[in-house]
C-alpha cells in the first residue's frame, strides 16, 4: 500500500540535544511539507519541498533544518535552537489531483523535552 | 488574522444527530479540503472540492465560493464519528488550516 510513514511515533528530547524526524513516502509525490500541530492551534508549517535538493522555509522554520536528498525522503531536524519543541509533527505530500493539490499526512510523531 | 475560521471548536451530540460544521476563508483558493483526525493523530482526507457538493458515505461536504463558506454534514452520527474535523484550504503553493471541531458523538 502506499502511504507516507513517520517514525518514530513518540520521541524525547533532552535538553542542548538535536533530534531527528522520518518521514518516508511511496506514493511517488514531488512535494512534501513538515507541519507542527499545538494544542488550540491549526497546523502550522515549518518547511516544504517541492522537489529533491530543494526546500523552502515556512512560517515557523526557525530552529529547524531539512534536507531532500531523495525523493521518498524528507527528514526534519529539530535543533537545540528550537527552545519550545514539544509539539505533534505531522509530515504530509502531495500531487496535483484535477488541477488542485489533495494531501496525504503521516500518522504524525509526538516529541517532548525531558 | 487567520485565513481559515471554523465553528464550533467543540461539539457534542447524541448518536442519530444530524450534525453541521462551519467553515469560512479569506483567502482565493484553488480546492477547499475537508480533514479528519482521530486519537492517536493521523490524518486522513475526507473530501476536496472546489464547487458544488460531494458525498461519502453519511458525509457530505458542500462549498459556495462567492461567500468563501463551506459546511460539513454528518448525517446519523454515530460514536465512530468522534474526531476532530479540520478544514484546509489550498491557494496553488500553500495550504492553510483551520483550528479544527472537536466532535464527540455519545451513544
Known amino acids: 500500500d502506499g502511504g507516507i510513514t513517520q517514525s518514530p511515533k513518540y520521541l524525547f528530547r533532552k535538553e542542548g540535544q538535536n533530534v531527528t524526524l522520518s518521514c518516508e513516502q511511496n506514493?511517488?509525490?514531488?512535494?512534501m511539507y513538515w507541519y507542527r500541530q499545538d494544542p488550540g492551534q491549526g497546523l502550522r508549517l515549518i518547511y516544504y519541498s517541492q522537489i529533491v535538493n530543494d526546500f523552502q522555509k515556512g512560517d515557523i522554520a526557525e530552529g529547524y533544518s531539512v534536507s531532500r536528498e531523495k525523493k521518498e525522503s524528507f527528514p526534519l531536524t529539530v535543533t537545540s535552537a528550537q527552545k519550545n519543541p514539544t509539539a505533534f509533527y505531522l509530515c504530509?505530500?502531495?500531487?496535483?489531483?484535477?488541477?488542485?493539490?489533495?494531501?496525504?499526512f503521516g500518522s504524525g510523531t509526538q516529541l517532548s523535552v525531558l | 488574522k487567520n485565513e481559515v475560521e471554523q465553528s464550533p471548536q467543540n461539539l457534542t451530540a447524541q448518536e442519530g444527530e444530524f450534525i453541521t460544521i462551519n467553515c469560512s476563508y479569506s483567502v482565493g483558493i484553488s480546492a477547499l479540503h475537508w480533514l479528519q483526525q482521530h486519537p492517536g493523530g493521523g490524518i486522513v482526507s475526507l473530501f476536496m472540492?472546489?464547487?458544488g457538493k460531494k458525498k461519502h458515505g453519511r458525509l457530505i461536504a458542500t462549498i459556495n465560493i462567492q461567500e468563501k463558506h463551506s459546511s460539513l454534514h454528518i448525517t446519523a452520527s454515530h460514536p465512530r464519528d468522534s474526531a476532530v474535523y479540520i478544514c484546509a484550504v489550498s491557494t496553488g503553493n500553500q495550504f492553510y488550516f483551520g483550528t479544527g471541531t472537536s466532535l464527540t458523538v455519545i451513544p
Open positions: 472540492l472546489s464547487s
Open positions: 506514493l511517488n509525490h514531488d512535494a
Open positions: 504530509a505530500s502531495s500531487t496535483i489531483s484535477g488541477g488542485s493539490e489533495k494531501l496525504f
